[in-house]
């Protein structure tokens, strides 16, 4: 077990730099979700909103069971592959995952009296209007040809403002400090839930090109060996890193920073390995009992940083 020996000074910090991402040869690989969006599908998605508005795909295209066709989840929506009668070949639609999530409300008559009919739209189609911030973004973004027509008024679902449409739900987000305060709601990954697939279509994967994937995020999980240990002792502490998708990252360099009581020590373990762990001992002695003793962990990897942290006791 190797030792962390004392660092004087600013910490050496390592990483290898990311590949960008590129396209797939039979379609579009996103390391973002290790998914690659069906080359049938791309054009679509790219006209119709692209990742704003349709999000990430969060499973390759499979077969559905009961209609037959080719689909594809994403994050706020699901791709389908129909027949195309006028040209006998197949067409890209969007599922209808407002109204198969049970978004249908029954229209009131005359509307919402307290609001503005000028910051309105009524919709006699569907029997309801869209009001606001939500009627910016509705026009901004495709309107009914895109999110179908609205089938349900403000409510409040799970302390939040919702609307839903034929195809999608919008959220408000008035706290969001980027002033988007209306998001598309990730219906994709709800309607999968509830239609029952198998749950490894979500499972990521790698490109057939490993040069096509990149890091995108790094999620660092600390640990320790004893969690109460006693005033003169050691302790075993350990790091592991994973990218956006779980894949372990080998080469990230990690800083540790133990708080003791009045004092802090900072020490640079060695990179992590192939399964995205570092570990090292850290020695101590003379701690009072019942200090609690934190340990901040720095990682960093290229150009992406994160944190963690864990805790003992020293009890005796």
């Known amino acids: ?18 590949w960008p991402a590129l396209a797939q040869g039979q379609g579009r690989y996103y390391p973002e979700t290790g998914h690659t969006l069906d080359a049938r599908f791309v054009e679509y998605f790219d006209v119709h909103g692209g990742l704003e508005i349709l999000g990430f795909p969060i499973t390759d295209s499979f077969i559905d069971p009961q209609s037959g066709r080719y689909i594809q989840y994403l994050q706020n929506t699901r791709m389908e592959l129909v027949p195309d009668q006028a040209t006998g070949g197949t067409t890209v639609h969007l599922s209808s995952l407002g109204e198969m999530l049970g978004g249908w409300e029954i229209p009131s008559v005359g509307g919402s009296s307290w609001m503005d009919p000028g910051a309105c739209r009524d919709y006699a189609e569907s029997g309801h209007r869209v009001c606001y911030a939500f009627l910016e973004f509705y026009d901004s973004h495709g309107g009914p040809a895109l999110f179908g027509y609205p089938i349900s008024e ?12 034929q195809g999608f739900r919008l959220d408000w987000y008035p706290e969001d400090p980027s002033g988007s305060a209306v998001r598309v709601a990730p219906l994709g990954r709800g309607h999968f839930e509830v239609a029952g697939y198998d749950p490894r279509l979500l499972r990521p994967s790698l490109p057939t090109d490993i040069f096509l994937y990149r890091v995108t995020e790094l999620r660092a999980k600390a640990s320790i060996l004893h969690p109460v240990v006693a005033s003169h002792g050691e302790q075993i502490v350990y790091v592991q890193v994973r990218d956006q998708n779980l894949n372990p990252i080998r080469g990230a360099a990690v800083t540790l920073t133990a708080h003791m009581g009045a ?15 570092a570990q090292a001992s850290l020695t101590f002695e003379s701690e009072l009992p019942g200090t609690r003793i934190v340990v901040d962990f720095w990682v960093v990897y290229g150009e ?13």
Do not use: C, H
């Not at 004092?263 to 762990?277: A, H």
């Open 1 to 18: 077990m190797k030792k962390i020996a004392l660092l004087v000074g600013v910490p050496i910090l390592i990483g290898i730099a990311a």
């Open 154 to 165: 403000f409510r409040l679902e799970n302390d939040r403002i919702v609307q839903y449409f």
């Open 263 to 277: 004092s802090e020590r900072t020490f640079l373990l060695p990179l992590t390995d192939e399964r995205g762990f």
């Open 304 to 316: 992406f940083q994160t944190t963690t942290e864990d805790s003992f006791l020293v009890w005796w």
